[in-house]
């Protein structure tokens, strides 16, 4: 099949930031594109040949947009797999497969999965709804504190909360979950594996989320991670045995926290682009957009290492504020050598909200830290 | 002014693949862009807010599409300037001004400016039309060999033309020209130069075109060039030199000649992005695509440093081949670390039509030579 230049039709279920950057990759190869999005100001309204709106989990929205394109991909989990089963069983082309997005669409199957292929992951009980969970509190089954995750839907944090008395579940949903063993770990860190469609893979080098001291929150993510060499070499072996496992085309991130002593626990994967490599499009070789695309098409994977060193800092909305977003003293980072801002092209802001996210390259990562924390202190998400 | 997610609106004239890659930048930066070009098939009909159709010679085409945006500007020179003159009295921002391309869009007034501005260049002499300039060398006024060139609507070495001997003029346009005196040359160098509107400037680092030996067509361009630093330092000072004379604001690129004699002469000038520095979208801090905008629109400039050695080579449409394009053996070159094709979105190949280029990036620059010859002679772009 020739891609460049021809009338070949790359499907992508879902219009936003992701989207958003993997489409950049397709213009520069002029590979035909059309995106699904259920939102009309969707980030990828702009940059496709084609934009569609609709619902992604409705079967026949799915379906019927799977049908116009050659071959189909996600930037986003939560999408319609029945109607990805019946387009892969008709000879459609679909990465990842419905099978690997079936395996990880649900948190609990997802560590289901885990333990049945030896993976290190903390210890966990799945729960079909809330009440379920809140019985066996009661009764004394679960030590405090652990972390509740809902099953599905979740996402940035959403559908995620550590519970140390059993008033903290007053108020979560109703639905499938998990209650998970806090680890209190030394890292959060992260390895990118590409998988092409005819086997060939490449990991990107492990990346380290640094967290805030008190908020708790990801303030840093930085490339190469500082870590021990050992640890490191760990954290790749175990992302290439995730990724076999799953045998997925495309990119997998897998998300793994280093425990105190020296551990690696898998925490969760995604089948696709993920915030964790968006510094690879200043930082790496070939991004980790261009990747994806390398591996569901089946060309050769591009060089996944790092030309400097990469910090990424998200963007997001400033508590206090919700209305049209405008971006303060982006001039004054801009300012800076090596910083690069990203913005997603969301007109309004929210607390919270993932707005955009700025990469901070330098040949010294030191320096890239300094101008990272730099970066934070000046540019605020608010609105006019 | 807001330029981030706001209903700012940049009109770019041109939508070639100049612009398209101007685009790109744009929504990384999410900036709404308005595109006039002639042909419904441009490389910029996708990627850009809104694409126009129309003559970009046109008087009313080009001041009606001026009228819809807040700050405008080109991707080619050959533009209807009245309509810029109009537009730009009546208030609007025009970058670069009219007034500058009026200075560069003639290449005889192109040239007359040098010599007022005491920028070293070959000698030459203007004709009204080829008439003219035939009596002069029927009258033995004129050295062969000498260069001759269309003062307007020239590009890719159309309109330029070796003059032997009187046959050689026989088949040119009876369009006003200059012959130009023919300098032997030890390389062909260029520096593209950024300045915003507040007067802010950056130099990229001065990029070598290498020939090939027999054709004496450019094969590479190589940044940075192999030459010695006191030259280097010469053709940087030159082209600040030619960009302060133009008082240009966005990108100049300044082509020049190194003489056997160690002097540098200014060939021509374009004030926009240019294919000399198309290798900085891997290579460099910051592409030079990212800060003609950032120039136009008064940002501060971003570091015009290389990261790596970057050297790209055009791809143009084989000879013997004209149709839909295909791109053989793409796939090969793709599997060598550093190599990012850059496919234009042209669906029909001519023989030397551009119809994308390759980037070759390496720590090593002997390397990426290497590697560059390997891609030159692996990837061919022709018809099915």
Known sequence: MNYFSSDFKLGILGGGQLGKMLLAETRKFDIQTYVLDPSMDAPCQFGATHFFIGDLMDYDTVYEFGQKVDLLTIEIEN?????????ESEGFEVYPSPKTLRLIQNKGVQKDFYVENQIPTAAFKRFNNLNKLRSEIENGLIEMPFVWKSAQFGYDGNGVKIIRSI?????????????????????ELAVIVARSKSGE?????????EFHPEANQVE????????????????????????????????????????????????????????SGHYSIEASYTSQFENHLRAILDLPLGNTDSKVAGIMVNLVGAEGYSGKV????????????????????????????????VTIVNENMTEARRIAEEVKNTIRVITK
């Open 167 to 187: 008033d903290d579940i007053e108020n979560l949903q109703n639905v499938e979950c998990i209650a998970e063993q806090m680890v209190p770990f030394k890292n």
């Open 220 to 275: 840093y993510v930085i490339c190469p991670a500082r870590i021990d060499f050992n640890i490191a070499k760990k954290a790749n072996k175990i992302a290439l045995q995730v990724s076999e496992a799953y045998n997925h085309v495309g990119l997998l991130a897998v998300e793994m926290f280093q425990t105190h002593d020296e551990g690696i626990l898998v925490n969760e994967v995604a089948p696709r682009p993920h915030n």
């Open 79 to 87: 999408v319609n797999l029945d109607a990805l089963d019946t387009l």
């Open 201 to 209: 893979v490449k990991t990107y080098p492990v990346v380290e989320m």
């Open 326 to 357: 405008i971006y303060q003293n982006i001039e004054k980072i801009m300012a800076i050598d090596g910083v690069t801002p990203h913005i997603y092209g969301k007109k309004e802001t929210r607390p919270f909200r993932k707005m955009g996210h």
